[in-house]
């Protein structure tokens, strides 16, 4: 297949390895401990990298990898010049709008100037323009979730599943700006030079979905 695929780090990757694994690329070794984030499948047909989730839409669209899977949101909020072609039905959650648990935020008052922190300032500040809110929007990389119990915004823009992680910190979903879930996205000139390999690909992802 000759195919470089690229893996996102983090909650995607065991579904991600898993669902690659039902169409005959068994990357399993990359879930084990070791340090390397290059990985071959036994005939070296394909290979896949490991990447930081936030960096692998970059990786593809410049052509280091052919294909990679990566979260909706994140196609969303980098805006990058790749081919989005199949949902792959797992790592599904919601970008909402959350505050402390019990507060008025978001019920009708003059929201004007309130601080929102995120790792996804592009969805969010289009979000509260759309709503006609002119919102300070302050970027995170960590745990936003403590951002409002340390007085730095009122409220945080983030990705739910459970919702386990918003009441241990005493905070609450107040809206949903969207749902996600994993995509498997493609960089335009490999989807032309190694066609072939795409379509196979392809179809043994939706054999198993």
């Known amino acids: 297949m000759n195919l470089k695929i690229g893996l996102p780090n983090g909650r995607l990757l065991e ?28 005939d070296g047909s394909a290979e896949a990298i490991v990447i930081r989730a936030v960096d692998l839409l970059t990786y593809i669209e410049h052509g280091a990898v052919d294909v990679g899977i990566i979260g909706y949101d994140l196609i969303r909020e980098q805006m990058h010049d790749v081919i989005t072609v199949l949902s792959l039905n797992f790592g599904k959650c919601r970008l909402s709008i959350a505050g402390p648990k019990g507060g ?3 019920k009708g008052q003059d929201l004007s100037g309130i601080r929102v922190a995120t790792k996804y300032p592009y969805l969010a500040s289009q979000y509260f323009k759309k709503k006609g809110i002119q919102a300070d929007i302050i970027k995170l990389y960590g745990a936003v979730e403590l951002a409002p119990l340390f007085g730095i915004s009122d409220l945080i823009v983030d990705l739910v599943s459970t919702g386990e992680t918003l009441r241990t910190n005493g905070l609450e979903e107040k809206e949903v700006i969207m749902q996600s879930s994993a995509r498997l996205v493609i960089n335009r000139a490999s ?10 690909l392809i179809a043994g992802l939706k054999r198993t979905l």
């Open 15 to 42: 579904e991600s390895v898993a669902v690659l694994k039902r169409t005959g690329l068994d990357f399993s070794a990359a879930l084990g401990n070791s340090r390397s984030l290059r990985f071959k499948t036994a």
């Open 191 to 200: 989807m032309r030079t190694k066609q072939n390999s795409m379509n196979k």
């Open 104 to 106: 008025g935020v978001m």
